[in-house]
């Protein structure tokens, strides 16, 4: 051992600084709060997704149901030369 450095420089280079301790507690407590948001953005999302998928299903139906109406009260309102004239 080099008599220059002392017994307890050498331990001091052993153990960590403060700082770096701080900052990796902060990097763990930043990967915690990354996973748990991730995963309750993950559930808002999915159920989202599912919501506008069951939207998009009633919408269609709707759309079929306003079509099956129009086609049915087209010949009502607006009836041809020729049932104009058996009304009459």
Not at 3 to 27: G, H, L, M, R, V
Not at 57 to 85: C, F, H, I, W, Y
Request: avoid cysteine.
């Amino acid at each position: 051992m080099d008599p220059s450095i002392s017994a307890d420089e050498n331990s001091d280079s052993n153990e960590k600084n403060p700082q770096e301790s701080e900052s990796e507690s902060n990097n763990n407590s930043s990967d915690v709060l990354g996973k748990a948001l991730s995963t309750m953005l993950a559930s808002v999302i999915k159920d989202f997704d599912s919501k506008a998928q069951h939207t998009l299903n009633s919408q269609d139906q709707l759309n079929s149901a306003v079509d099956r109406l129009t086609g049915e009260m087209d010949p009502e309102l607006n009836p041809t030369e020729t049932e104009k004239r058996r009304s009459r």
